[in-house]
């Protein structure tokens, strides 16, 4: 029973942050311009906006946030930058080999923003034992916030919709645990590279389960526009 409370306090927790930012994240989607037609612009556009639902919760807990050599604000005018960019993009009348050379340079750009992100959540990445509980602790984190969104698309009916997303996401976390194992096990040399492939796996995830987060939502209230206020007391 107390693990059961535990969940559902947690539950509460989770969603009730949602809701205290869902506002402003909605004004930001109402900016996007016009909805991206192809995959690259589909994957460029659901980090965007999970990065963006990232770093507003981020601000909220800046007094319990270590940064390394990072700050709210310069993520922040980067992130704006690249939805800037990713509009132009949308824009262009060609959509040929140049759109997609383009894409796939922006996607990674906006991976970059991810992985210093990540960088900022978990401070200073240069001792790898530190390094590692960091990520360890963060990946925990992750992986309980996914369980209660599981459990929520279950317990709101709304499986048909998001069970390929949540076979996604656990495709991720998957690939996240098998990194993780793979960098506590390197050598010092080989740390310096494997850190920042877990630093990016772990940031894809983070934004990931945001953005699944954040459309669950959507989806909930859609569907019981009257009962959406009830979902915070489960």
């Known amino acids: 029973m107390s693990c059961l409370h535990e969940i559902n306090r947690y539950t509460f927790l989770c969603l009730l942050c949602v809701l205290t930012l869902l506002l402003p994240g909605c004004m930001m989607l109402g900016e996007r311009g016009p909805a991206p037609s192809t995959e690259p612009a589909l994957e460029i556009d659901l980090s965007l906006t999970g990065l963006d639902y990232r770093l507003r919760r981020l601000a909220h807990q800046r007094s319990r946030v270590e940064y390394a050599e990072e ?24 959509h040929g080999p140049a759109f997609d050379s383009a894409a796939i340079d922006l996607r990674d750009r906006v991976d970059d923003l991810a992985i210093r992100y990540t960088a900022a959540t978990l401070g200073q990445l240069e001792s790898k034992d530190h390094f ?24 709101w009916e709304l499986r048909d919709e998001f069970d390929e997303s949540i076979s996604r996401l656990y495709e991720q976390r998957d690939r996240v645990a098998l990194r993780l194992s793979d960098t506590a096990a390197a050598s010092e040399l080989e ?11 772990i940031g894809r995830l983070d934004v990931l389960i945001a953005h699944t987060t954040m459309e669950v939502d959507h989806a909930y209230n859609a569907k019981h526009p009257i009962r959406s206020i009830d979902k915070l007391w489960l």
């Open 71 to 94: 700050t709210i604000e310069s993520l922040h005018n980067n992130l704006r930058e690249l939805r800037t960019e990713f509009k132009r993009l949308l824009s262009s009348r060609d």
């Open 132 to 155: 590692l509980d960091a990520v360890e602790t963060r990946f925990g984190d992750l992986d309980r916030e996914l369980a209660v969104l599981e459990g929520s698309i279950f317990h």
């Open 191 to 201: 740390f310096a590279e494997m850190k920042i492939e877990l630093a990016s796996s």
